[in-house]
């Protein structure tokens, strides 16, 4: 028997294929069109046939396929008529329609006064409101396109439209539903409260139910269009960046997981309800988690290794033409020429560069949430090289979970040590500078993609391959090196943060609106 976790993204899907000790057996992946222009459009018939298309690779290859699960991201929403055709193409969360809605709905929540009425949907929602949530969208639908609107018969979001698809079931996890924006977080089921003043019918949404929940086998049709058998369950796993905490191996408050990827996203968890004002202020989300009563949120940087990659291409062309002729990475070649410039002496071995760079290079995400904020470099001088540049963008990435971590220190945050997946838990100079930064042990994780592992997981729990959480990161979660922090680097660091977290509020006003050479993208945010 074999199991498979189906992750959905924004540009394409993937099915990872497991065995019965969860071993990786093979994946196939698909893409799909993204429209990004005035308004962030995707079809969701589209990701349907992309879904179909990979499920039918693997099944035509494994025939025991037995249990499948999935995961997708989130907020985008699809509206379907009785027939089960898709009225309109779906919004991504990066789409700037329903602002105005969003407005009314804080002013409605707070009769009249903005700030209470914020406050009162975090404390229902465990989300500081905007317009990137599908409620805000979907009052949008509402008013814009009453025909359409008039047709809908349900309301999904990717994740439970494809297990409606598969399966006929209509249900939806706890952790996808908090995107939504009309999901209460500590009830678990949709908010009459945000419903009524959105003025959308609870009907219309799938029915709540645990992460990790199977739905049911497949469908006659779905089975023939997919090559799966008949007798194969599909099981509503979790929202992408929960999924990702779950293959982490994060089950208790000890352990934060750092996705060191393209955003750089940090998720601790809360044994209960985090406390809502300190979440609201800081733009975070709390999310129900796979134990009872425990909650994650989502703390992120949008440059984390975009910008480090941004520094190799636009600053390093003598490095990277070096790198391409010996026939190794160029992120590599820049950390070896910062060790070795500690060893001649020109630099003092495990000390902060002396610069300072803010990395807003696509805007602020928590505590800020600032598209409008911008990138800075300080400290350069004609000794600079390309190498202290590359090492302190590093810094600049991890200067900033340290303030996403001190954003967090009311909310009952307790973390005692840092579990990294991406492509950056594979850099061990990048790893032992987070450990002495943070004062926290980083162990680094092999897998470079937590979520796809997180969902196999999942899946092989609800099929009863495996007995417990524990017994799933036995058999999935590998462990590769542990970096212990420092304590003497750790306090220079620290002295050379008192500076750092004071560079946001001094940059800020001397770029405000400056017109710039391309408009900032603003990011994908998670939040």
Known sequence: MKIAGLDIGTTGCKLTVFDEEGKYTDKAYRDY????????????????????????????????????????????????????????????????????????????????????????IARITGLHPHEMYSLPKLMWIRDHEPAAWKRVKYVFLIEDYIVWKLTGVRQIDYSLAARTMAFDIASLDFSEEMLVNAGIDRSLFSEPVPIGTPAGRVLPGAAERSGLRPETVIVSCAHDQVAAAVGAGAFDTDILVDGAGTVECMTPVFAGLPDPDVMYDGYYSAVPYVIPGTYVCYAFSYTGGALIQWCAEMLAGKEQALAKERG?????????????????????????????????????????????????????TTETTAADIYRACEEGVVYEMILNREHLAGSGLSCRKIHATGGGARSKVWMQMKADMLGLPVTALATPDAGTVGCAMLTGIASGIFRSFSDAAAHMV??????????????????????????????????????????ADGGESRG
Do not use: N
């Open 478 to 519: 590998e462990e590769t090196e542990t970096y212990e922090p420092i304590p003497a680097r750790h306090e220079k660091y620290l002295q050379v943060y008192e500076q750092y977290r004071k560079v946001y509020a001094a940059v800020r006003p001397l770029m405000g609106d400056m017109p710039a050479g391309a408009p």
């Open 33 to 120: 069109p993204v429209h990004r222009g005035s308004v962030h459009e995707i079809d969701a018939g589209r990701i349907a046939d992309a879904v179909f298309a990979v499920i039918g690779e693997m099944a035509a290859k494994y025939h025991d396929i037995a249990w499948i699960g999935i995961t997708s991201f989130g907020e985008t929403a699809v509206l379907v008529d009785d027939s089960g055709e898709v009225l309109l193409p779906s919004m991504l969360y990066t789409d700037p329609r329903g602002k105005e809605e969003c407005e009314k709905l804080i002013l409605k929540s707070g009769a009249g006064d903005g700030d209470r009425g914020g406050r009162r």
């Open 328 to 380: 190794i990475p160029v992120y590599g070649l820049l950390e070896d020429e910062y060790r070795q410039m500690e060893d001649s002496g020109r630099r003092r071995a495990g000390s902060p560069t002396g610069l300072l760079v803010l990395p807003h290079f696509a805007g602020a995400a928590t505590p800020y949430m600032d598209t409008g904020s911008k990138g800075a470099i300080l400290g350069l």
